[in-house]
């Protein structure tokens, strides 16, 4: 089966060739990292975990580029796993979708192996499409990992709807225990503080990301979920910590911190992006 776009045409062009040229400004944009996953890849693989925003790309596409070159730089993991929230309330609490996902740059292919191994070791996944069905957290991940590593890339799409500590910890660990035979890259898909100033925006983002600078997964869901911080992604954020403490990481990085109101000009109600790596 072939999980069909739902969001191209309004998150993101529905036509390859305005595609490409889209993705190209992102990374080569004012707010970009100013150059192109182009050249040989690089081949440290130190990156354990990364952060990306998912709005329409003219909001987050260019933050999000910053979270691509860095992982092309490091280079090119052997599998990929996407975390993202379910903003619909659709399907299961974890849901793995065992489709190949197409979009207007060709067909990006579900990574069978690590996939099916993720449903057979942890408690809370399932397989189960329907939570993807109408859901653009990942979607809109996908046309950058096919015009960072080609069209066909490979990788596994989990919708995270219970963002409970307990869930987030499970498949952190799951995919933290996978890994000890695997080479794996995961990507927790989040937009950060919704719809209030951006000065009230970014004093909660950084109170948030101190959680994350301690490497503390528990303490920043905690405190995004008791003080009510409009987070989208905080337990995707908080599972993909939880993996990269499990595999050995020391560091938080942030890469860049923008708003809707950087494109806009009208700073009286935003949604602000977050680019970063976990080392």
Known sequence: MVRMPVVAGRFYEGKDDLLQERLKNCFLGS???GKLPEGEPGSSRSLKAVIAPHAGYMYSGMPAAHTYLKIYEDGIPEHIVLLGPNHTGIGARLAVCNDDWQT???VAQFDNVLGAAIVEEDEFATNDCIAHSNEHSLEVQVPFLQYTFGPGVTFVPICVSDQSYAV???????LAKLADERDILVLASSDF???ESAESARLKDNQAMEYLEFLDPEGFLSFVQGHKVSICGAGPIAAAMVFAKERGAVQFNLLKYTTSGDITKDNSSVVAYVSATIT
């Open 193 to 195: 503080t919704h719809f």
């Open 168 to 174: 987030c910890e499970s498949i952190g660990k799951t």
């Open 104 to 106: 207007p740059l060709g």
């Open 31 to 33: 707010l970009g990292p």
